[in-house]
């Protein structure tokens, strides 16, 4: 089975400031695909990020950015230059093409940006 | 439309009643998959439409839950006898060809209360 871990249910930065949201997964498959996703108030979840397994380039996208560790299972992710609007769940995601048409689901980190 | 859309955004019901939620996704979309989000939990598979094959039904909690998809389109989730268990926010996406590496499109889900 595929399981997604995320051990910070909440957290804070300071507007500007980066942080980083951690993710771990476990899984057999070799073949997979990572996300993260954020929920706002508004609820409606949007891609943030991807990564395919099978870089080992690590995915950015402007302020947005990840650490895939492979080997240690591991899919954080870096927000620089923190923005008000980054307040919302983030959510980590894994699906492979081998273990079904599902995607799995942390149970989210809630993120408070500062002013 | 111009993204998914979900209805009704809120709906309050009494236990033992049958509540229908409806989602209607991108138009062209042939992937479809309800989730479920519970309080401090992540979100939990329910089903998977993919255009006509037979939907992948493993995630449905209890024979109380059904779905259906018509015309390859709209889709409505259906929980009978609701149990107070059963409040959350249900959560529809869709995806263009449903295959592993494509983003996810969110409605802003349904929040489900059986009181």
């Known amino acids: 089975a595929q399981t997604v871990t995320q051990s910070q249910p909440e957290m804070s930065v300071q507007e500007a400031e980066t942080v980083t949201l951690s993710c771990t997964y476990d899984?057999?498959?070799?073949?997979?695909?990572l996300f993260w996703y954020k929920q706002p108030p508004s609820r409606q979840m949007i891609l943030v990020i991807r990564?395919?397994?099978?870089?080992?380039q690590n995915a950015t996208e402007n302020r947005f950015s990840v650490n895939f560790q492979k080997a240690a299972k591991s899919f954080s992710l870096k927000i620089s230059d923190s923005q008000l609007g980054d307040t919302a769940m983030y959510f980590c995601?894994?699906?492979?093409?081998?273990?079904?048409?599902?995607?799995?689901f942390g149970t989210g980190t809630s993120l408070t940006v500062i002013p | 439309g111009a993204g998914v859309s979900q209805s009704p955004s809120n709906k309050v019901t009494e236990k033992g009643k049958d509540v229908e939620l409806r989602c209607d996704p991108i138009?062209?979309?042939?992937?479809l998959y309800w989730y479920r989000q519970s309080l401090g939990q992540g979100l939990e598979f329910l089903i998977y439409?993919?255009?006509?094959?037979?939907?992948?039904k493993s995630g449905l909690p209890s024979d109380r839950f059904s779905a259906e998809r018509t015309g390859g389109s709209v889709s409505t989730l259906t929980i009978q006898r609701t149990q107070q268990e059963d409040s959350a926010v249900y959560l529809c996406?869709?995806?263009?060809?449903?295959?592993?590496?494509?983003?996810?499109?969110f409605g802003s889900g349904t929040q489900l209360s059986v009181l």
């Open positions: 995601a894994f699906i492979s093409p081998n273990t079904g048409n599902q995607f799995y």
């Open positions: 899984t057999s498959e070799n073949n997979y695909y």
């Open positions: 990564q395919e397994a099978y870089k080992q």
């Open positions: 439409f993919q255009g006509n094959s037979a939907p992948d």
């Open positions: 996406a869709s995806s263009l060809l449903g295959v592993a590496h494509e983003k996810l499109f």
């Open positions: 138009s062209g979309h042939t992937a």
